[in-house]
């Protein structure tokens, strides 16, 4: 099994800034995509951004150039840099995470979500 911790949320004004962290930890051979996904009220989750274990990234259009991934394999530890905030950045932010605990088939693991919240 695969646990991810999040951490680093709270409030923030309008422009401000937050990183996000989240760790895997637990029975790991490997891991695949890491990843941000985020959920307003009353909305779907959507995906904030990705990278991949040699480094391809991938964003949701709404947060280039403000957001930034990036992930250290050696901790199993996937960040989000989050820049020039906007009042609909806020969400609840999910770390999600493709490992495998023996080499074959990758498994979704999610974390426990991490609540963004940005004033105007």
């Known amino acids: 099994q695969v646990q991810l911790v999040e951490s680093g949320g709270g409030l923030v004004q309008a422009g401000g800034s937050l990183r996000l962290s989240c760790a895997a930890s637990?029975?790991?051979?490997?891991?695949?995509?890491m990843g941000w996904y985020r959920q307003a009220p009353g909305k779907q989750r959507e995906l904030v951004g990705s990278?991949?274990?040699?480094?391809?990234?991938k964003y949701a259009g709404s947060v280039k150039g403000r957001f930034t991934i990036s992930r250290d394999n050696a901790k199993n530890t996937v960040y989000l840099q989050m820049n020039s905030l906007k009042p609909e950045d806020t969400a609840v932010y999910y770390c999600?995470?493709?490992?495998?605990?023996?080499?074959?088939?990758?498994?979704?693991?999610w974390g426990q979500g991490t609540q963004v919240t940005v004033s105007s």
């Open positions: 999600h995470t493709e490992a495998n605990s023996s080499p074959g088939a990758y498994y979704a693991y």
């Open positions: 990278i991949t274990s040699i480094g391809s990234t």
């Open positions: 637990g029975r790991i051979f490997s891991i695949n995509v």
